[in-house]
């Protein structure tokens, strides 16, 4: 992950009027590396790829580009390929017109246009669509084709606006893997744009999260889910329960948080003054319910409000005083054959419980 | 199925009979009687016809409309499309504003605008004053009572109608198709060149064939700015008609206007289908 980045975006701002639709967005892309953008709606995400891309100048900030300022680029200089929601393919040309565009730009021979046109068209298995226009394609090809002409003239980057939003879930899980091939395969660096965790947590290496124009936290899958630096992050990826306490006393790493009438425990390297205030995240798989908790450095009981099947897992609720509605998740089948949580009724005491490493602590309320 | 939709156009038919009954009888009626004239007066046949290859005034006359039309378009709408293309690429504000300044002129009547174009043009109009006041030329120019002032009147009376065909077929061009030109290598001029103006290319037509039918039919115009020296079809039949008469030649003309009219219009539906216009997305 060390030497150039590929790319290195530095406090890339972009005002709209009184809106800001990106401020100090800050980030470095490794070779090779596929960056995920992710956010909710609004969040900035396409601004942030119109700048990398050349389309909308940054109203303050720095785009490098292997260690080469290319802030002042026009985008046809730049040459990263893209693949826009909607694929904006040409409507007036066909399949192999489209894909054979940025060779032509580039006043590539035309025997050597035409070769790499069958190549990149075999390899998103669009062989024998040559002469169709776009309007003749399903959605699945026309992002294929879209793909094809991103990556038809070899660029150095491919910026990807959530390509696969319009997809059905099958065409998409397909393509996803065919996204994450071609990243190997071709060692392409790629900025892929979505609103989906799953898909984002699944692709990449690494993931930035947006919020408000703002970068919330970049880190891989797993330093995002286990470790979020804010609630936002936490509550954003996948679910996660908040309790909001005041730090009782440091042992070495471990916290007590006084959270309503309950101690908690909790780990936390850095040094917290006793009465500091901090959020307490829990992510619901790691609550134990039922004997199981028992054991637990936390154990809490409650009522069970509600249970929810869902296939693979069993959701509850259960109110827990002074903290209020916990949510867990534990499997549907014990290991042992039973019905594991379903043993549980609704109304019924419950223990929870969970290890003092399982919460995450956040200084802020 | 099929019973419930002939029902449908039945009473469809039945609640539209008195308007097309209307149009029947005061347009429709009239404008045959008219036309009619043209193989029955004055003698039954094709002889009004015939003139068309024989009589060298109407040929004069249909060649200088032609001409002027022709002319008129060729200018009225690449300046239209430049006016179109600001407006769709241009700053909310320059959007407001070119608007206007595009539409405003179509509350002011033909006669109104063409006297103004007389005190603009004329021997001792402003734009001669000026380009004398200045030493650019000695004698006055002949820029009115001619074919160019006709086309100077007829091109800035054409504008807003080569606008607003080319305005609506550049709004369903998909603006992220040149900014994908622009991003896979291509100048500015490239991907106007490749992308925008291809797309742009059914509002074009559109426009030229919209501005030929307007044209063919000027008369307040050429009657003024020509200053009769310069004949335009419109002024021809109506010469033939009220001054004469000789009904059976101005209908004849009359006729070849609506045929030609009709042959563009045609041509011109073809355009507006929406297959034709759309771009995909
Ligand atoms: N051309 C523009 N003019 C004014 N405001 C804009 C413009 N483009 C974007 N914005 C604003 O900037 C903010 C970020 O927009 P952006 O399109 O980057 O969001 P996004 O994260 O891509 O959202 P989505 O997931 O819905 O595509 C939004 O508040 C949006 O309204
Ligand atoms: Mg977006």
Known sequence: MNGTPALSARNLTKRYGPVVAVDDFSADIQPGEFLTLLGPSGSGKSTVLSMIAGFSAPDAGRLHLRGQDITAW????????MVYQGYALFPHMTVAQNVAFGLRMRGRPKAQIAERVRTVLARVRLDGFEDRLPRQLSGGQQQRVALARAIAFEPNLLLLDEPLSA?????????????????????????????????AMSLSDRVAVMNNGRLAQIGTPADLYERPANRFIAGFLGQSNFFSGDVEEQRGDEVAVRVGGLRLLAISPERLQAGTEVTLTLRPERIAVGDAARSCANVVEGMLRSRTYLGSSIAIEAEVEGIGLLLS???????????????????QPVALGWSAHAATLLSER | MGETKSAAARTGLLLAAPALLLLLLFYLFPVGRVLSLSVLEPTPGLGNYEMLFTSSGIQAV?????????????????????????ITIGSRSMRTFMLYGVL????????????????????????????QSLGVIDQPLPLIWNEFGVIVGMV???????????????A????????????????????????????????IAASAILVLILTFGFYTTPAILGGGRTMMIAQY??????????????????????VVTIALLLLLSRFFDPSHSRTER
Not at chain 1, 188 to 198: A, C, R, S
Not at chain 2, 164 to 169: F, G, N, V
Not at chain 2, 173 to 200: H, K, N, Q, T, Y
Request: proline residues 5%.
């Open chain 2, 172 to 203: 369903a061009i998909d603006i992220r198709l040149v900014e994908a030109a622009r991003g896979m290598g291509a100048s500015r001029g490239r991907a106007f060149r490749e992308v925008f103006l291809p797309l742009s290319m059914p509002g």
């Open chain 2, 62 to 86: 249909l060649s200088a409309t032609a001409r002027i039309c022709l002319i008129t378009t060729a200018i009225a709408v690449p300046l239209g499309y430049l006016m179109a293309y600001v």
């Open chain 1, 74 to 81: 026009g985008p046809e200089k730049r040459a990263f390929g």
């Open chain 1, 167 to 199: 997809l059905d879930r099958q065409l998409r899980s397909e393509v996803q893997r065919e996204l994450r091939e071609l990243n190997r395969d071709l060692g392409l660096t790629f900025i892929f744009v979505t609103h989906d965790q799953d898909e």
């Open chain 2, 104 to 131: 405003l002129p179509l509350w002011v009547s033909a006669l109104v605008r063409s006297f103004v174009w007389v005190t603009l043009l004329q021997r001792r109009g402003l734009v001669n004053q000026f380009l």
């Open chain 2, 237 to 258: 039949i109506t010469t033939q008609i009220l001054v004469l008469p000789r009904w059976g030649v101005g209908a004849m003309l009359a006729t070849v206007l609506v």
């Open chain 2, 156 to 170: 800035h009376y054409m504008i807003p109608y080569a606008v607003l065909p080319l305005l609506a077929s550049m």
């Open chain 1, 329 to 347: 998740t534990a499997a549907a089948w014990a290991p042992d054959g039973g019905g594991g949580a379903t043993a549980f009724g609704e109304g």
